[in-house]
């Protein structure tokens, strides 16, 4: 719903602009669906779905396959010497790497060798024809073995994951946050612009009395109350300029957080807040408000991924101080023929294999480079501990400030109520006093002058704005204070999606 209004301003300077009216829920929802930052930020989880993925390849099986051509042409060394030789041969096969971090890989294959010989013996196989299906296993038994030493780039991708979901709702409760401040500054600086508005019909009808006077020959056109109370218009109307400033900044600001300003016609509509800002809050308890401080920040939540992030570094940098010992085993069947069905059959009788197992071990001298990484994961993981313990106390401040914060505005704003009302009846009798004119004073009674009621505007005008930052300040200071307790959306039934425990 639109409507055509001119904006308060100085005579003649004011333009027809569409009003657009807008609730705080409304803001917020279209902060949430629209920011940009909020939606550059969606991505980062997902990007980092996308390195958990590829972490996990690691253990998918690989599948190869080889061929070869081989010549081979000498001069015999003495008789019966094998003096040429062309051999063909493919093989095909699975690698698989396992999480305990065994490998297996599972290999057949065949071959044709034709050989030439001066004198060849009686008993060779030519052509030979050979076939081969072998299975090796390589199962780490120091370094390198466990589940959590191989899985562990896994389980950092997935703490990445765990991170960038909470960076995320951290940047969705600082953007709701700022569109909820930046809604009520807009109030503020509305509100703001009224008074200053009705401080200048204050002061035009000042300057009108004193024309009056003049017109009538009680005070002539050089009286300082006459220098006053034009001065005093001046005054108002430059704080009205300012005003106007004041508004369209805070507006243009709401614009862009809400990404309203997608729409150039907004950039030119006129920001009607509809919601009204409390008067009034609940007493909070320091204590309670920093465990839930504790409990619903997602930025220490963050933090404490990232401790175990550095536990997983360690545990790796302390398995790679063992020396390595692998178990290797293998077993392989063959058969061989001068014709391929001669070696399918000797192949199927599995008369012919082989078979191995033996132990591989590789010692560091000295080991340097693995006890340096391991110290540097040490102290990382006790960096990271004193961090974690920096921002509860960072956290504890923060919730104690905001706190104090809502209690000290809940007192100002009473304060101011009864400064308003007391300037309010200061300006009703000093008008009243300087209405009756400049006769003769009554006995006991001051003599009013011009200038006694322009400061007993000005006291009320300062009096109005103190109270409406007072109630500004009080809404703000809620809205922070349910942000530095990391409850903001709830408080506000926002449904986040994107659960910080789903991916654990």
């Known amino acids: 719903m639109l409507a055509w209004v001119a904006g308060p301003g100085l005579a003649g300077e004011a333009e027809p602009r569409a009003q657009r009216p807008i609730a705080l829920e409304e803001a917020v929802r279209l902060a949430l669906e629209q920011n940009l930052r909020l939606a550059a930020e969606k991505l980062n989880p997902q990007r980092a779905a996308t390195a958990v993925t590829e972490e996990k390849a690691a253990f998918d099986p690989t599948a190869f396959s080889e061929m070869s051509v081989g010549n081979l042409h000498q001069e015999p060394r003495q008789e019966g010497w094998e003096t040429k030789r062309k051999q063909y041969s493919a093989a095909a096969g699975i690698v698989k790497l ?28 030519n052509p030979a024809y050979e076939e081969l299906a072998s299975v090796t296993v390589a199962q780490p038994l120091l370094r390198g073995f466990g589940i959590r030493v191989n899985t562990a780039r896994i389980a950092a991708a997935r703490n990445e994951q765990r991170a960038a979901l909470a960076q995320l ?56 109350e006459v220098q006053q109370a034009r001065t005093e218009l001046s005054l108002r109307q430059e704080q009205l300029v300012a005003a106007n400033e004041a508004v369209g900044r805070v507006e243009d600001f709401l614009k862009v957080i809400t990404d309203l300003a997608s729409d150039r016609a907004v950039w030119r509509m006129a920001l009607v807040p509809t919601t009204e800002p409390v008067a009034t809050a609940p007493a909070v308890d320091p204590d309670l408000a920093v465990e839930a401080g504790l409990l619903n920040r997602p930025d220490y939540y963050a933090a404490k991924v990232a ?29 061989l023929g001068d014709t391929v069905p001669h070696a399918d059959r000797s192949f199927e009788s599995l008369d012919s294999y082989q078979w191995s197992v033996g132990v591989r071990m590789e010692v560091p001298l000295g ?47 009473r304060a101011a109520d009864e400064t308003v009302r007391a300037a309010q009846d200061r300006l009703a009798a000093e008008q009243l006093l300087f209405k009756e004119g400049p006769a003769a004073p ?43 307790k990391g409850t903001l959306l709830d408080t506000n039934n926002i449904l986040f999606v994107g659960d910080l425990e789903a991916t654990e």
Do not use: C, M
């Open 442 to 484: 009554i006995e006991g009674r001051r003599r009013t002058t011009a200038q006694d009621v322009v400061f007993a505007q000005d006291a009320l005008l300062q009096a109005e704005r103190r109270r409406l930052r007072a109630l500004i300040d009080l809404n703000t200071a809620l809205v922070e204070l349910e942000r530095v």
């Open 367 to 413: 080991n340097r480079a693995a006890r340096a990484r391991y110290r540097r994961a040490t102290l990382e993981r006790r960096q990271a501990l004193l961090q974690l313990e920096l921002f509860e106390r960072q956290i504890q401040l923060e919730v104690r400030n905001a706190v104090r914060q809502v209690t000290t505005n809940v007192e100002r704003l």
């Open 169 to 224: 709702r951290h940047v969705a409760l600082q953007t709701v946050a700022d569109t909820q401040k930046g809604y009520w500054e807009l109030v503020f600086a509305l509100r703001d612009r009224d008074l200053v508005q009705r401080s200048v019909g204050r002061a035009e009808e000042l300057r009108q009395i004193v024309q009056t006077r003049v017109a009538a020959k009680a005070l002539g056109p050089q009286d300082p």
């Open 98 to 125: 396992f999480e305990l971090g065994t490998q297996v890989e599972a290999r057949v294959g065949a071959s044709r060798t034709r050989s030439g010989f001066r004198d060849p013996p009686d008993e060779l196989v």
């Open 307 to 335: 401790i175990e992030t550095r536990d997983i570094a360690l545990d790796v940098a302390r398995n790679d101080l063992l020396p390595r010992l692998d178990l290797q085993a293998s077993l392989a069947a063959t058969g």
